[in-house]
């Protein structure tokens, strides 16, 4: 039996057992504290020693700007500057809106120079202001500058063509672009001859043409009917508020575009699924105003993980849009399989049956050779961006620009009057050979293609015809010179993944490249003197030669990644004005503050009040 000291002693082992030894405790110490130092390490690397290392270098070659501050970067300063530029409306006929819409790009220009050094966060923003060294930034020939990875934003917004690089992007394009029937294109010295299946004709050479561009071309009867229903019940509604035609009627054009373009892409992206497409696209309005006010706040780590109101409500849309997308494309998939239907009416049901033939073409050996449902919601996405926001911002302010121009409105009215009438709804024949508003390089003469003086008369209307008249309409001179004085998208951004050299300064990866497609456009260096007044005329001859740098007009982008919703908006807004114009002379209401402010696009921040009369 032990004794009761051995007792005390195997009492004292077995207690020692149950306590953890003393080593394991410091060593577990140990690892905790080397946790913390290198996440202290990482975070000072990436809020201090990093931006202060990618400073140095640009500084080193004679570049300035704003000094960096600790994580939130110019986003203080930018607060502060926004402040006080909405503080005070631009004088009505001011069209140097730079200022007021950029004040810290502007600001920054003026104290340093074009090429200035500005603070995202952590990391520096480098201004590029040289049309020529923008074109080469957009081109991206040598695969040297990317979008920035904002991954969770993107999936938030779209998640389209846009927003992928590289061999996915190609995938993308591959598969989209036979959604629009394009077979292929073929340059000569003398001409492009476009193949497909409904069509064989001519056109000019050296034009490069985007997905919907393809769309523009060999889908009109689709888009036609689309626009001029959606203007013909927008220009009947507005003749009902002054019917009268003797007191001239009040009317806020911004939402009234808003809902016109957002009317027109839900007809032509989903056809028959309109009621369920006008519902996303309304989602996507939302959301796009939610994500514009979660960038401001980007420089906090984590934030867009935070269950802030607004996160909660980004992810609550989120879900919606992709389950209302997740039924429309399956309905569309099954009438694709069973061929229960026309599935092929609109932009979603191109699309479906492009990826479906893509992989049939692959003899269904892997469905990686196709696009997930995913990947078709995200370009689903993405039609609303194309379709819809540039085109409303540009038809509200080409109308406060008329207002504030009645010369302009008159000459472009009548001449609208003298091709289409009154009431018939402009043709492309008619277009074309617009001089006011059309440019008058580079047209040629083409059989009328028909009147339009109803909606049933234009589902007449030929592929061919329709095709040719498109091919060879310019863009008015009223619709650049707007776009250039209100640019829609006023910044473009890239960053550098890799050491490269761009117009004799090196810089680091990890850099920033800022485009101020807005300051580009009213640089007097650039367009001359009168870079920020009014002058359609300047556009006469083409874009090449309206600035003294040509190209230097850059309203949707440059290059390969050209915004593929160009035509489409271009089309929509000229259809749409010419209609305006047609039954309506207006003039900015008293209630009108003149406030263009960037919020996503540039937007009226007071909205767009004019008065209405309706013509005799």
């Known amino acids: 039996m032990a004794s009761s000291g051995e007792a005390a002693l195997l009492g ?9 030894p003393l080593p394991w405790k410091l060593l577990a110490l140990l ?3 080397l946790a913390v130092a290198w996440c202290a390490v990482r975070a000072l690397e990436w809020a201090w020693w990093r931006p202060r290392r990618l400073a140095r270098a640009l500084r080193s070659q004679g570049l300035c700007g704003t000094s960096y501050r600790s994580l939130a970067g110019d986003a203080p300063l930018t607060e502060e500057l926004n402040r006080e530029a909405r503080s005070r409306p631009l004088p009505l006929g001011c069209h140097d809106v730079a200022p007021r819409a950029m004040p810290l790009f502007h600001q920054t220009m003026k104290e340093h120079g074009k090429t200035s050094i500005t603070w995202f966060g952590p990391v520096p923003r480098v201004t590029i202001t040289k049309p020529e060294l923008v074109r080469e930034v957009l081109s991206n020939k040598f695969g040297h500058y990317e979008k920035l990875k904002l991954r969770k934003l993107q999936r938030m917004l779209h998640n389209g063509l846009g927003s992928h690089e590289g061999d996915k992007w190609a995938k993308h394009r591959r598969i989209i672009n036979p959604a629009f029937h394009l077979e292929k294109l073929k340059v000569t010295t003398t001409h492009t001859t476009c193949t497909a299946e409904t069509m064989n004709m001519h056109v000019p050479a050296a034009r490069v043409y985007s997905c919907f561009d393809s769309l523009c071309l060999l889908f009109p009867q689709r888009m036609l009917p689309a626009f001029a229903a959606c203007c013909t019940d927008l220009v009947e509604r507005w003749e009902g508020l002054v019917a009268d035609g003797q007191q001239p009627c009040e ?3 911004w939402p009234e575009m808003q809902n016109l373009t957002g009317d027109v892409i839900s007809r032509a992206a989903f056809g028959s699924s309109y009621l369920e497409g006008r519902r996303i696209f309304q989602l996507q ?16 780590p984590g934030y867009l993980y935070l269950p802030t109101k607004t996160n ?12 209302l997308l997740k039924g429309i494309i399956a309905k569309r998939e099954n009438a694709l399989r069973t061929g229960g239907g026309a599935a092929s009416d609109d932009l979603l049901g191109l699309l ?19 696009i997930t449902t995913d990947d078709v919601i995200g370009e689903c996405k993405l039609f609303y961006f194309a379709g819809m926001e540039t085109t409303s911002v540009l038809l509200t302010w080409t109308m406060v620009v008329l207002s504030m121009h009645p010369e302009w409105q008159d000459r472009a009215r009548e001449e609208v009057l003298h091709v289409f009438g009154d009431r018939t709804t402009p043709d492309y024949d008619g277009l074309s050979r617009l001089r006011i508003v059309s440019t008058s390089a580079d047209r040629l003469n083409y059989r009328s293609i028909g009147t339009l003086s109803n909606r049933s008369s234009l589902l007449r209307l030929t592929t061919r015809d329709l095709c040719v008249q498109l091919l060879q309409m310019q863009v008015t001179m009223v619709l650049y010179e707007v776009l250039r004085l209100y640019t829609p998208l006023t910044a473009l951004q890239r960053q550098t993944y890799k050491p490269m050299e761009l117009g004799g300064v090196r810089y680091p990866a990890g850099v920033m490249l800022m485009l101020p497609l807005l300051c580009i456009h009213h640089d007097k260096d650039v367009w001359g003197p009168d870079a920020s007044e009014f002058r359609p005329q300047r556009f006469a001859e083409g874009v090449s030669r309206a600035s003294r740098d040509a190209p230097a007009f850059f309203p949707f982008g440059w290059g390969p990644r050209t915004c593929i919703g160009q035509s489409f908006a271009l089309l929509e807004a000229k259809m749409g004005l010419s209609m305006i114009l047609q039954r309506f002379a ?8 003149h406030a263009p402010f960037a919020h996503g696009m540039l937007q009226p921040e007071h909205g767009a009040q004019v008065m209405l009369r309706r013509l005799p």
């Open 285 to 300: 309005g939302e959301q796009v105003q939610l994500v514009v006010q979660a960038m401001h706040k980007l420089h906090i």
């Open 352 to 370: 479906l049956e492009s990826n479906m033939e893509h992989c049939r073409g692959d003899g269904g050996k892997s469905k990686a050779s196709g």
């Open 12 to 20: 004292g082992s077995v207690g020692d057992a149950r306590a953890p």
């Open 312 to 323: 909660r409500r980004m992810k609550r849309i989120a879900s919606e849009i992709q389950e």
């Open 31 to 33: 690892c905790a504290a």
């Open 586 to 593: 207006f003039e900015l209401s008293p209630a009108y503050t």
């Open 251 to 253: 009317v806020d054009v």
